[in-house]
């Protein structure tokens, strides 16, 4: 997702400012706020320009921001009603500057910024400019639009040291910045969806159903891709939320919670009509019954139409079935999805899972193959290898032990066969642990999705705690349905200290891509 800012804009008005005979009039002709013909306001403005001086250091910087506050603040009354606009204004410029400075958050205590009465309390830096902004518009109506420069860049900070604390994981430091950020611009959907992975992370169901709800209002009267698929996820999100809450609820809370879910899940289906799974989730919170015969019903008559859903539609559809543990039907969408695209990783792996579930073992080498050649550092594939080995060594178990499973601690006669069976498993688990263990860096593969002309990639590459910093580069192959590579884009990741991350995100250009595979490398 793209973040932007302001400051250049900023920075340029405030050089402006030294220059334009103190009169915001210079960038919006309707708007007047008079500064250096204000004799009561020219101390203020002469300590506020230092700042901007040639090589100032970063100490005479902070104090002639600090000067600037204290001049305008010291005694408000003694500005006459014609400057108190100018004044307004340039403490407002003052505040974003010092909103800027390393080290600053947004409350900071009174007497650093420059206030001097109650020096010990503290002021909250976006709630002062709020205050400021609100006098001006107040005062001179026709400065509203004007305004709007600064407003949008004040936002646009905000919001980028948010998206920053999302990213480090810094989730209270991210809500402040994320609420923060609404106060000058409440009709963008960033804050919404930062609050709502906020929520979701410290998986507060109240929190995230309001947030969710938000950021699906805020979207849905947008148009652009990146909104769109905002809202598309936060709808599933908030179905899921309601649909796992009904399902430890009782009597009208439960009658609640389930109808929440229906109306959001029918809410996506209008949008997407072909949407399978969301039909069967649709179909579940409706009572239906997925039992084996109704999964048998369902694969048949989607796999009669299957042309008209996409590989993504019906591994979807797949996942909604085998979590019922219907794993022959849920087996035959997957197939169906490998059909369209071969390379679906999804697809691959659930294949897998299922193949195991059932028992097919000797089925699973050929998904199991591809899937370490696109996603080699995803270590949730070397875990289901070493799951697959595990229930291999059960099944044998259960055979000698004539069909029953073993209880744990049971001794079983074995043979022979048997015995060597259960060595190979036992070695292959070490193997697969090992594997695990020793990897670095790992990679967890966050979104594949359309972008205009193509496709992007977007994953985490973290360097366990017990091995060394390193960075990176990862080659990115963006693959059609025959495997052919359309494009291939290399990325290189920051120096990543042990038990540290970076996400990395590639764009693919070209028409036809439907997979990725990558390749990781000092």
């Given at each position: ?45 002469l300590i506020f320009n230092s700042a ?278 849920g087996l035959r969408l997957f197939e ?187």
């Amino acid at each position: 997702m793209a973040f932007w800012t302001t400051r250049s804009g900023l920075r340029r008005s405030f050089a402006a400012l030294t220059v334009a005979a103190g009169s915001l009039g210079a960038q919006a002709p309707k708007c007047d706020i008079p500064i250096q013909n204000q004799a009561k306001l020219l101390p203020a403005s002469l300590i506020f320009n230092s700042a901007f001086k040639a090589n100032v250091k970063p100490d005479e910087k902070v104090k002639a921001l600090a000067g600037t506050v204290k001049a305008l603040t010291d005694d408000v009354t003694g500005f006459p009603a014609v400057a108190q606009p100018g004044r307004h204004f340039m403490l407002a410029q003052a505040l974003l500057v010092w909103l800027e400075q390393p080290g600053t958050g947004m409350v900071e205590p009174r007497g650093k910024l420059g206030y001097t009465a109650n020096p010990t309390g503290t002021v909250n830096i976006p709630a002062a400019l709020d205050s400021s902004f609100a006098a001006i518009r107040a005062m001179k109506p026709e400065c509203s639009d004007s305004l709007k420069l600064y407003t949008n860049g004040l936002w646009g900070q905000l919001i980028n040291k948010a998206v920053s604390f999302t990213n480090s994981q810094q989730l209270d430091s991210a809500e402040v910045y994320a609420r923060a950020s609404l106060r000058f611009d409440s009709a963008q959907y960033y804050a919404y969806n930062i609050m709502s992975n906020v929520a979701l992370v410290k998986e507060d169901t109240s929190m995230m159903i309001e947030w969710f709800n938000k950021t699906i209002t805020v979207t849905s009267a947008l148009t652009d891709t990146s909104a769109i698929k905002v809202r598309d996820n936060m709808l599933n999100n908030l179905g899921a939320v309601y649909s796992n809450a009904a399902g430890t609820a009782t009597g009208a809370k439960k009658d609640s919670l389930t109808k929440g879910a229906l109306a959001t899940y029918e809410r996506y289906l209008a949008l997407y009509p072909n949407d399978l799974a969301t039909k069967l989730r649709i179909m579940r919170m409706s009572g239906v019954a997925l039992d084996s015969a109704a999964a048998v019903k369902f694969a048949d008559e989607v796999l009669a139409r299957s042309e008209v859903y996409s590989d993504a539609q019906l591994a979807e559809a797949g996942n909604e079935v085998t979590k019922n543990k219907l794993y022959g039907p849920g087996l035959r969408l997957f197939e169906a999805a490998l059909k369209k695209n071969p390379y679906s990783r999804d697809a691959l792996y659930n294949s897998a899972v299922a193949l195991n579930n059932l028992e097919r073992f000797d089925e699973i080498r050929p998904y199991f193959t591809k899937l370490r050649d696109l996603d080699p550092n995803n270590t949730g594939i070397y875990a289901l290898a070493r799951n697959i080995q595990a229930s291999r060594k059960l099944a044998v178990q259960t055979r000698a032990n004539k069909g029953v499973k073993p209880r744990a601690g049971q001794t079983i006669m074995l043979s022979p066969t048997q015995q060597a069976q259960i060595k190979i498993f036992n070695d292959s688990l070490v193997y697969y642990t090992t594997l695990m263990q020793n990897m670095a860096p790992t990679v967890e593969v966050r979104s594949f999705s359309p972008m205009p002309g193509g496709m992007q990639f977007s994953a985490v590459v973290q360097v366990p705690p017990d091995k060394p910093a390193a960075a990176y580069s990862m080659v990115v192959d963006f693959l059609n349905a025959a495997g052919t590579p359309i494009a291939t884009e290399t990325v290189r990741t920051k120096q990543i200290a042990a038990g540290g991350f970076d996400q990395v995100t590639v764009t693919g250009k070209g028409e036809g891509i439907v997979a990725f595979r990558y390749k990781v490398a000092k």
